[in-house]
C-alpha cells in the first residue's frame, strides 16, 4: 500500500523558513520521481517542484531561488526547503509520487505576522 506522510507545516513569518518533509512507503522510492504541489484557498493545484530518481530538480518560477526539493532515498523521504517565506506561499502542500499518482494528505502552511 502507497502511503504518502507530510509534515513539517506551521505558522511562519514573512522572510522566514520552514522545511517539509514527505515519508513514502509501499513503493520503490529510489526509482520514483516526487514532486511538490500546494494549494491555496480558491486556487488550483500549483505544481512547485520536482525531483527526478536521479536528483535532477526543476522549479516553478514562483519558488525558484527560494525553494530547494531534495530526497534522502536511504530514508524514503523528499525534503521542500522553504526561505524566505511569503503571505502568498500561504497553502497546503502535499507531495506527489509521479509513478505511483498517490498523493500525501498535506501538511498546512500559512505565512503570517
Known amino acids: 500500500q502507497v502511503q504518502l506522510v507530510e509534515s513539517g507545516g506551521g505558522l511562519v513569518q514573512p522572510g522566514g523558513s520552514l522545511r517539509l518533509s514527505c515519508a513514502a512507503s509501499?513503493?520503490?522510492?529510489?526509482?520514483?520521481?516526487m514532486a511538490w504541489y500546494r494549494q491555496a484557498p480558491g486556487k488550483q493545484h500549483e505544481l512547485l517542484a520536482t525531483?527526478?530518481?536521479?536528483?535532477?530538480?526543476n522549479y516553478a518560477n514562483s519558488v525558484k531561488g527560494r525553494f530547494t526539493i531534495s530526497r534522502d532515498n536511504a530514508v524514503n523521504t523528499v525534503y521542500l526547503q522553504m526561505n524566505s517565506l511569503k503571505p502568498e506561499d500561504t497553502a497546503v502542500y502535499y507531495c506527489?509520487?509521479?509513478?505511483?499518482?498517490?498523493w500525501g494528505q498535506g501538511t498546512q502552511v500559512t505565512v503570517s505576522s
Open positions: 506527489h509520487s509521479v509513478g505511483t499518482a498517490a
Open positions: 509501499g513503493f520503490i522510492f529510489s526509482r520514483d520521481a
Open positions: 525531483i527526478s530518481s536521479g536528483g535532477i530538480t
